[in-house]
């Protein structure tokens, strides 16, 4: 290694022993970006201000950003104000959230991601076939309460394992399951198999729920953790994809692993003697809080990081319906104005 000048550098032991490897895929999924994006475009659309409800997605930064820009976010659709204009988040939300909207003559823009969407058919499907429909879960997350609105009456929350002893159900041979679309793919077969431990005539959903970017992020890094003295993965607290992923890390044989926002919330205490870092984010990340890590280990003597590709990424999700047929209105009065 030298500097411009043709200077060598020279590099202590432990610095030429050091790697850092970056997972590829990682960041945002079509689902997010379809979320930020409609947020976006219906700020630009319709002017500030425009609410949410929830965080259009679970990352600090990214709803930071979007309150500067005008975007009002809220907890129940009753904060938003009669006539206006609300986005629901990826996350879903119950039809009981839409009957809610529609009282208050609110003009809503639904951007739930589609893979969740589907979660919700198989759930009315499920109902409307009269099954007892158990949901793998975390209680109090938004996408659970959504999906769980959508057949109230055949729907029952299961955390884990250890929730499979307590299930009560009407019929043991008409009992399917569903799950939350962020979870550990691992955690939720292990669940599954519990179940139908107790019910064998446990019918599954039409095709898998967890989504293929949780899929894709986990198998990536179980690549970067097994020789890992610590994978640093980047994403918000309330992000279930992430939190999962720091439990994969670690299952991997990572020998440390930590969550954090950003690159300020690392604490150099973690970096001793450590060779080996490995570097991920949550389905909700923008890659500019990946490239902040990236410096803050390379100030610190790391290297470039080297990426480990597991899997190529190319789904796109078009915009809401809503949004998209507002674009076109706006489109053609401006070419009718000129």
């Not at 590099?11 to 999924?29: F, I, K, N």
């Amino acid at each position: 290694m030298s500097t411009d000048l043709g200077t060598p550098v020279v590099m202590s032991p432990d610095e030429a022993e050091r790697a850092v490897l970056l997972a590829a895929p990682r960041g945002y999924c079509a689902g997010v970006d379809r979320a930020v994006i409609t947020v976006e475009k219906a700020l630009d659309l319709y002017g500030s201000p425009v609410y949410v409800r929830k965080q259009i997605v679970h990352n600090k930064h990214v709803v930071a950003n979007l309150e500067a820009r005008g975007a009002i976010f809220v907890e129940e659709v009753e904060e938003v104000p009669e006539g206006s204009t609300v986005v629901f988040s990826a996350h879903g939300v119950s039809p009981e959230v839409h009957r809610q909207a529609e009282e208050r003559n609110l003009k809503t823009i639904d951007a739930t991601c589609p893979l969740v969407t589907k979660v919700h058919h198989e759930a009315k499907r499920f109902a409307a076939d009269d099954y007892d429909i158990l949901l793998i879960g975390h209680e109090g997350h938004e996408e659970v309460e959504g999906t769980a609105g959508e057949a109230p009456d055949h729907i029952q929350l299961v955390q884990g394992p250890q929730d499979v002893a307590n299930i009560v159900v009407r019929d043991p041979n008409r009992v399917s399951w569903l799950s939350q679309t962020t979870l550990s793919v691992d955690e939720t077969l292990e669940t599954v198999a519990a179940i139908r431990e107790r019910f064998p005539a446990l019918l599954d959903p039409p095709s898998d729920d967890i989504c293929y970017a949780t899929q894709n992020r986990q198998m990536a890094v179980k690549e970067i953790s097994t020789e890992a003295d610590l994978v640093i993965v980047v994403g918000s607290g309330n992000s279930s994809n992430s939190v999962r992923l720091v439990e994969v890390a670690l299952e991997a044989g990572a020998k440390a692993s930590y969550r954090v926002d950003d690159a300020s919330e690392i604490d150099e205490a973690w970096l001793e003697g450590v060779n080996n870092v490995s570097v991920t984010s949550g389905a909700s990340v923008p890659e500019e809080l990946v490239e902040g890590v990236l410096v803050y280990l390379a100030e610190r003597g790391y290297p470039d990081a080297r990426a480990v590709h597991t899997a190529e990424e190319s789904l796109i999700f078009a915009l809401p319906p809503e949004l998209r047929k507002d674009i076109r209105a706006a489109q053609q009065a401006k070419a009718a104005g000129n």
